[in-house]
């Protein structure tokens, strides 16, 4: 079954829905799952799906084996293959880690995907990473290649000298390489299209490495084992195995790929046979007109891509395509998700109203993203659900004892798809790990229905006279103010108090309230303890890749200010900073 979309720039595009016998889908997904490992697993969808539509792109691309805009499943694996062979050419052995740093774009999942096949280790980097932090990443996973693009080594990277730690440099893309980058395009031109896996031999050996997002510190590369890599598309496969026939849908794939959260969702809409329309960058406009022109059915993002939406006239759209919204990276306010629904609801029988389901989960890089999962309607801020088997929880208190139902605690988490270990990293490995127990440092609590309800990040509690302050809370309250677009509440020191909660934000676009105003209207809705101190208008706030704020940053910003202004050691003093 083929379904036309239309896409004025490249020509009408025709998605391939062709589908594998059901008895098919329940011998390679039940009776033969644990043959999927990261060396395999694609080669087994490839078998499976075969000319199938796995991914639509929002430019064309092209390679030796491949030049278009439309993908099928075999179209990937003869790129996967011939970059396989490329990487065996640039001098990678088993074991090696390989080092991963492009703009969005579809081609480093290709690469990721080659590098695990020949029994590499692929280290997706951010493309925001500075060099220094490229080079930190390069130097501690012992990464000796560097595959980059134009735009990261022209607008950040400039000069090889730069990072040290790389040996040898790789450039995807269709641009001519310049040195000392060696091109991946040409090198393709003489590589075969098949390639045979180098499979593990055991399921205990390192198939991904995640460096955390580094929101406290430092870096820190959590090892996935091949059972951790492909948990999630073994425990998926199952259940939509059991399905007579698979609808034809279409994903929205816009959150980064060297990302966990995006990563995963990649990985499972492969494994279940949806298509998914890659989108290069997220820009609200685009994502709003692509929603309604591609008839989208499902669509993922973080709270912030949400905002976004709205802000760029989400209530004016067309989303009857949709059937499920679905997220993660940060915590999902109801009213957002009842928007969002509302927003997606069409005509049901007796008049009711049918709205999308909302699924949104709470994850990690150590955990290979997700390891909750909320019911598909609104359930009460701070919600993350429940923990998704085989995935095994503690919420503890700060002498490690597990605490009564609806007390907060820390939440530990074991299991199989959890990190064992941090790399060549023992004293992060000593301090997060606890007898077979990753300690999360975030607080939960119990609530309804034994779901988990998020309460803080125990890094981000702010310690001020004898009271814990929660920076997430105040972030959410913050965000409620209407000129407010974006925050990161912090604990700067305090002789008296030990620390004082204080905030930067960023004004909506076209905004003249000043920080004085934020401020009073702020001590209206926050306790006089939690509430901060001082609040600081800045013109952009640092964020990870999943759009998290880097807080360690912006309390480098606010004790740089204070230093500037000759502050005094209690703020309670200080004038506030407009």
Same mark, same amino acid.
């Given at each position: 079954m083929?379904?036309q979309i239309d896409?004025p720039?490249g020509?009408?595009?025709?998605l391939?829905?062709?589908?594998?016998a059901?008895?098919?889908r329940?011998?390679?997904?039940i009776?033969?799952?644990?043959?999927f490992?990261?060396a395999?697993?694609?080669d087994?969808?490839?078998d499976l799906?075969?000319?199938?539509t796995a991914?639509?792109?929002?430019h064309?691309?092209?390679?030796p084996?491949f030049?278009?805009?439309?993908l099928?499943y075999?179209?990937?694996?003869r790129l996967v293959?011939?970059?396989a062979?490329?990487l065996r050419?640039?001098?990678?052995?088993?074991?090696d880690r390989?080092g991963?740093i492009?703009v969005?774009?579809i081609?480093?999942a290709?690469v990721?995907?080659?590098?695990g096949?020949?029994g590499?280790i692929p280290?997706?980097?951010n493309?925001?990473?500075r060099?220094?932090e490229i080079d930190?990443?390069?130097r501690?996973s012992?990464?000796?290649?560097?595959v980059?693009d134009?735009t990261?080594?022209?607008n950040?990277i400039?000069n090889a000298a730069?990072?040290p730690?790389?040996k040898?440099?790789a450039?995807?893309?269709e641009e001519?390489a310049?040195?000392?980058c060696?091109?991946f395009?040409?090198?393709?031109?003489?590589?075969p299209e098949h390639?045979d896996?180098?499979e593990?031999r055991s399921e205990d050996?390192?198939?991904l490495?995640f460096?955390?997002s580094?929101?406290?510190?430092?870096?820190?590369?959590?090892?996935?084992?091949?059972?951790?890599a492909?948990?999630?598309v073994?425990?998926?496969?199952?259940?939509y195995?059991?399905?007579?026939r698979?609808?034809?849908?279409?994903?929205?794939?816009?959150?980064p790929?060297a990302h966990?959260g995006?990563?995963?969702?990649?990985?499972l809409?492969?494994?279940l046979g949806?298509p998914?329309f890659?989108?290069?960058?997220? &820009?609200? @406009?685009?994502i709003?007109?692509?929603?309604? /022109?591609? +008839?989208?059915t499902? #669509?993922?993002?973080t709270?912030a *891509?949400?905002?976004?939406l709205?802000d760029?006239?989400?209530r004016?759209?067309?989303f009857?395509?949709i059937r499920?919204?679905g997220?993660?990276a940060?915590?999902?306010?109801?009213?957002?998700i009842?928007?969002f629904? &509302?927003? @997606?609801a069409?005509?049901?029988p007796?008049? /009711?109203? +049918?709205?999308p389901? #909302?699924?949104?989960?709470y994850g *990690?890089?150590?955990a290979?993203?997700?390891?909750t999962m909320?019911p598909?309607f609104?359930?009460?801020?701070g919600?993350v659900?429940?923990?998704m088997p085989?995935?095994?929880f503690?919420?503890v208190?700060?002498g490690?004892?597990?605490?009564p139902?609806?007390?907060?605690?820390?939440?530990?988490?074991s299991?199989?798809?959890?990190t064992?270990?941090?790399?060549?990293?023992?004293e992060?490995?000593?301090?997060?790990m606890e007898n077979?127990?990753l300690r999360?440092g975030?607080?939960?609590r119990?609530?309804?229905?034994?779901?988990?309800y998020?309460?803080?990040?125990?890094k981000?509690?702010?310690?001020?006279?004898?009271y814990?302050?929660?920076?997430?809370e105040?972030?959410?309250i913050?965000r409620?103010?209407?000129d407010?677009?974006?925050v990161?509440?912090?604990?700067v020191?305090d002789?008296?108090?030990?620390?004082?909660p204080?905030a930067?934000i960023v004004?909506r676009p076209?905004s003249?309230?000043?920080?004085?105003?934020?401020?009073a209207?702020?001590q209206?809705?926050?306790?006089?303890?939690?509430?901060?101190?001082?609040?600081f208008v800045?013109?952009?706030?640092p964020?990870?890749?999943?759009?998290?704020?880097k807080?360690m940053?912006?309390?480098?910003?606010i004790l740089?200010?204070?230093?500037?202004?000759g502050?005094p050691?209690s703020?309670?003093?200080?004038?506030?900073?407009t």
């Amino acid at each position: 079954m083929a379904r036309q979309i239309d896409d004025p720039p490249g020509g009408p595009l025709t998605l391939d829905y062709t589908e594998p016998a059901w008895a098919e889908r329940r011998r390679v997904f039940i009776r033969e799952r644990n043959r999927f490992n990261f060396a395999t697993w694609l080669d087994r969808l490839v078998d499976l799906y075969g000319d199938r539509t796995a991914f639509a792109l929002d430019h064309t691309i092209d390679y030796p084996g491949f030049s278009g805009d439309v993908l099928s499943y075999r179209d990937v694996g003869r790129l996967v293959n011939r970059m396989a062979h490329v990487l065996r050419e640039l001098g990678v052995r088993k074991g090696d880690r390989v080092g991963l740093i492009t703009v969005n774009r579809i081609e480093m999942a290709f690469v990721n995907f080659a590098a695990g096949k020949i029994g590499a280790i692929p280290v997706p980097m951010n493309f925001m990473l500075r060099p220094s932090e490229i080079d930190y990443i390069m130097r501690k996973s012992g990464a000796e290649l560097l595959v980059c693009d134009h735009t990261v080594f022209d607008n950040t990277i400039r000069n090889a000298a730069e990072v040290p730690a790389v040996k040898r440099w790789a450039m995807i893309g269709e641009e001519e390489a310049p040195e000392p980058c060696i091109s991946f395009r040409e090198l393709m031109a003489s590589a075969p299209e098949h390639i045979d896996p180098v499979e593990p031999r055991s399921e205990d050996e390192i198939a991904l490495l995640f460096f955390t997002s580094g929101t406290t510190g430092f870096p820190k590369g959590a090892v996935l084992t091949h059972t951790a890599a492909m948990v999630g598309v073994r425990n998926h496969g199952r259940v939509y195995a059991m399905k007579p026939r698979l609808k034809p849908e279409l994903s929205l794939l816009v959150m980064p790929v060297a990302h966990a959260g995006g990563y995963a969702a990649m990985l499972l809409h492969l494994a279940l046979g949806t298509p998914s329309f890659f989108m290069s960058r997220f &820009d609200p @406009a685009s994502i709003l007109e692509t929603i309604a /022109r591609q +008839r989208i059915t499902l #669509f993922a993002g973080t709270p912030a *891509m949400f905002r976004m939406l709205l802000d760029a006239g989400a209530r004016e759209a067309d989303f009857s395509s949709i059937r499920m919204w679905g997220g993660g990276a940060d915590l999902f306010p109801d009213d957002l998700i009842a928007t969002f629904r &509302d927003l @997606a609801a069409r005509p049901g029988p007796l008049g /009711r109203a +049918r709205k999308p389901m #909302f699924m949104r989960g709470y994850g *990690m890089a150590e955990a290979n993203s997700y390891v909750t999962m909320t019911p598909p309607f609104e359930c009460g801020d701070g919600c993350v659900g429940w923990v998704m088997p085989p995935v095994k929880f503690r919420l503890v208190d700060e002498g490690g004892r597990d605490v009564p139902r609806g007390h907060p605690g820390e939440l530990l988490l074991s299991g199989p798809t959890i990190t064992r270990e941090y790399w060549n990293d023992p004293e992060a490995t000593a301090a997060g790990m606890e007898n077979g127990w990753l300690r999360t440092g975030d607080v939960l609590r119990q609530g309804k229905w034994r779901m988990l309800y998020f309460v803080a990040r125990s890094k981000e509690i702010i310690k001020t006279g004898g009271y814990k302050v929660a920076a997430a809370e105040i972030d959410q309250i913050l965000r409620g103010h209407p000129d407010v677009e974006q925050v990161a509440t912090v604990g700067v020191p305090d002789a008296r108090k030990g620390e004082r909660p204080m905030a930067a934000i960023v004004l909506r676009p076209g905004s003249t309230s000043k920080a004085e105003e934020v401020l009073a209207w702020a001590q209206e809705q926050i306790a006089p303890y939690k509430c901060p101190r001082r609040i600081f208008v800045l013109d952009a706030l640092p964020f990870t890749f999943s759009m998290k704020p880097k807080r360690m940053e912006v309390r480098e910003q606010i004790l740089a200010i204070l230093e500037g202004e000759g502050a005094p050691s209690s703020p309670d003093d200080a004038p506030i900073q407009t």
